[in-house]
């Protein structure tokens, strides 16, 4: 008998604003996020997603969904649809989620990236698999139509929470995840990660019920 | 009955090769499920970490696939391993009661 799954009410992608500022030479402690009153230098950050079929090439979403505020693993890639109206089958996928971020307001340079689920455990007989470190064009993830079968091209196993200091890197770049000229500082405003895609991979023994809600994090420099 | 095969697969939970289990599920993906065994005496316990693959990866992109993974895995500092390493210290640095 196949028991149904939803899953993650709330899947926060929380920002963590690790913000090393560098002004006039000096470099302010990682971990401090000062106030420059004279400079004001603030990047304005949110999360996007692409969704449905892969179109134009570099190939990317035919939506693009912004400010982004959480990740719910379902059985569509509909943006809209709430999770408990696509539950996953134990046993199943969910589609392949393409987030990224996206960058604009007032600063010099976003450089440092990385990305790891950072808090909470998931239950027996979930996967969370995630995508590869981008370090430039070359190992950029390349958006394809989501779909629900194991995707192999996500090599990272995001299930355990991690020290963000492990996570994967994150590249930067202009006009859109998919774009090349992907590195891992940017000057460009706005500026944009590769894609952060993650698809969660069930067995049959996952529990039914919505799973615990666990923590993403991007964590970059701006200066 | 033949004892079921395993393959020595990178564990991204327990941070080394371990022996992984093979099946193939109804929808024709390939499963491997890390049989470590972890946990107690009086609570024994299986990894079970599992990892999947699509319908119809043979041996030769599986293999690859794996070496890719391992790769991408190595080196995760998992956040209950940083917990138990703090709680070891403090153990080993704060004198008991007497």
């Known amino acids: 008998m196949n028991k149904i799954i939803n899953y993650i009410k709330a899947n926060k992608l929380n920002l963590s604003l690790v913000g090393v500022m560098a002004l006039f030479g000096s470099v302010i402690p990682h971990g401090a996020l000062a106030f420059l009153p004279m400079i004001g230098l603030t990047a304005t950050f949110e999360f996007n997603r692409d969704t449905g079929a892969a179109t134009g090439s570099p190939a990317k979403g035919t939506t693009r969904s912004t400010a982004v505020t959480d990740v719910n693993w379902k059985n569509t890639d509909t943006f809209g649809t709430a999770y408990s109206a696509a539950p996953i089958t134990a046993g199943n996928n969910s589609f392949d989620i393409w987030n990224f971020g996206k960058f604009s307001g007032s600063y010099n340079q976003i450089l440092a990236g990385l990305f790891a689920h950072t808090a909470t455990a998931f239950g027996t007989g979930l996967t969370l698999k995630g995508t590869p470190a981008c370090t430039g064009d070359g190992d950029r993830l390349l958006y394809t139509t989501p779909a629900a079968s194991a995707n192999a091209n996500l090599s990272v196993d995001m299930t355990s929470a991690i020290s963000i200091a492990s996570g994967v890197a994150v590249c930067f770049g202009a006009t859109g995840p998919e774009a090349t000229g992907k590195a891992s500082s940017t000057t460009a405003n706005p500026a944009y990660t590769n894609y952060l895609t993650t698809q969660l991979q069930t067995t049959t023994s996952a529990a039914p019920g919505d799973t615990a809600t666990v923590t993403l994090t991007l964590q970059y420099n701006e200066n | ?98």
């Open chain 2, 1 to 98: 009955m033949n004892d079921p095969k395993t393959i020595k697969v990178f564990c991204a939970e327990q941070q080394v090769e371990t022996e992984h289990s093979i099946d193939i599920d109804g929808s024709g993906e390939i499963i491997l499920s890390c049989t470590a065994e972890i946990g107690t005496e009086e609570e024994p316990m299986t990894c079970s970490r599992s990892l999947k693959f699509a319908k119809g990866t043979d041996a030769k992109a599986l293999k690859k696939a794996l070496a890719a993974h391992k790769a991408a895995n190595e080196g995760q500092i998992s956040v209950a391993s940083i917990e138990a390493e703090k709680e070891k210290l403090i153990a080993e640095l704060v004198p008991d009661e007497e």
